[in-house]
């Protein structure tokens, strides 16, 4: 009587050896089409090519993300076959690497030994719990987002009656979250004189950038994007086409699409902002406006954590770059400009299906530039 094959989805025993001037790890798997072939990595050391070999056991999977997922089937295994479900979607690559650290870091660690039947409201409730009292309310709503998408895959296969994640306790940070505060005209003048006159903020490029960020409200990501082909100087205009981000393997790129799809837009510049960008250095149409000190992207978390450190030396702790797009929507409110003309202005998109169908989003002119002309 021969033996068994293995069952779909598994793997055999695991042999590593010596290979070149490394070492070669290798095994058989069973793919999610029946047919067992062999998976080998390879490493300097033998623990490394072990640990590509487990790695690429792991994403496997993706092999089969069409796979039939059971009430025995193991959570880490449920993970895997969903990130391979949405990795096939338009996500954004920050998005998808956020789900896959949430994957790694707090999920599988601690639910990925148990099987589908055993994800219950109870227990998904003890682990939020727990992840919020350790990482915060963010990170546990992230990982109650991500539970919530696996639990469905499996309703959708009948491995699970329904969706327990959506019955588990609200997460209500630890802390009580602070309440928003913009700057007053007189706080954004202190603070710009001090940064014009700080070495370390000339040196980097902080006085501009903070400028930039007052005229138009954008996203440090957003603002580090901005090409010069997208600047019309004539005109007074600034085009948002993307934002920059890290990704994994390739590092600082440009997505070519901003946070949401509200986030393409044009705006109008105040004459101050126009004037500054007329006296910063042009170094080519494709190149961006604020680039590192080789003339390459700016990191942008980097970037964020000098502006904290500024903010600190001038004795503005609670400032944080998101305090400039709350004051610019606050200089608009107080001028009794809409809110929809402040949507239009910070690339929102949560404004009501009726003003997105019969409004134009596009419009370059918010009213914003004549408002910011006081920060001048």
């Not at 009430?71 to 076959?81: G, H, S, Y």
């Not at 998005?95 to 707090?106: I, M």
């Not at 700016?298 to 004051?327: C, M, P, Q």
Request: glycine fraction near 8%; charge should be positive.
């Amino acid at each position: 009587m021969g033996r068994p094959p293995l069952a779909v989805g598994t793997y055999g025993r695991t042999s590593t050896s010596p290979y070149g001037t490394g070492y070669r790890a290798r095994t058989l798997y069973r793919d999610y089409d029946g047919v067992t072939r062999r998976v080998e990595k390879h490493g300097r050391t033998k623990g490394s090519a072990e640990r590509a070999l487990r790695v690429a056991l792991r994403d496997r999977v993706h092999v089969g993300a069409g796979a039939e997922i059971t009430p025995d089937t193991k959570i880490a295994v449920l993970a895997d076959v969903w990130f391979a479900e949405i990795s096939s979607q338009d996500r954004s690559p920050g998005t998808l690497r956020a789900y896959r650290d949430r994957l790694d870091r707090q999920v599988i660690p601690a639910l990925g030994s148990l099987r589908v039947r055993e994800l219950s409201t109870g227990m998904v409730d003890r682990h939020l719990r727990a992840v919020r009292d350790k990482h915060g309310a963010a990170v546990a709503k992230l990982c109650r987002t991500v539970l919530s998408g696996m639990a469905g895959l499996a309703t959708r296969h009948d491995a699970l009656e329904h969706n327990p994640v959506r019955d588990a306790g609200r997460i209500v940070p630890s802390k009580p979250k602070r309440v928003p505060r913009a700057l007053s005209v007189a706080e954004v003048r202190q603070l710009r004189a001090w940064l014009r006159y700080d070495d370390k903020a000339r040196e980097r490029d902080l006085p501009d950038l903070v400028d930039m960020l007052l005229a138009t409200g954008l996203r440090v990501g957003e603002c580090l994007a901005v090409t010069w082909d997208a600047v019309d100087l004539s005109a007074g205009t600034v085009e948002v086409r993307g934002t920059v981000i890290r990704m994994k393997g390739r590092g600082l790129i440009i997505k070519s699409a901003p946070k949401t799809r509200a986030g393409f837009r044009t705006l109008m510049l105040p004459s101050w902002a126009v004037e500054m960008l007329r006296m910063r250095p042009y170094s080519g149409p494709d190149r961006t406006v604020f680039c590192s000190v080789l003339g390459g992207l700016r990191d942008r978390d980097n970037t964020i954590g000098y502006l904290r450190e500024a903010f600190n030396a001038a004795e503005f702790e609670w400032v944080t770059s998101h305090t400039f797009r709350k004051t610019v929507a606050t200089l608009m409110d107080q001028a009794g400009l809409s809110s929809r003309a402040a949507a239009d202005q910070l690339g929102h998109a949560n404004v009501s299906l009726t003003t997105d169908v019969y409004f134009g989003r596009k419009a370059a002119i918010t009213g914003a530039a004549a408002v910011l002309e006081s920060l001048g």
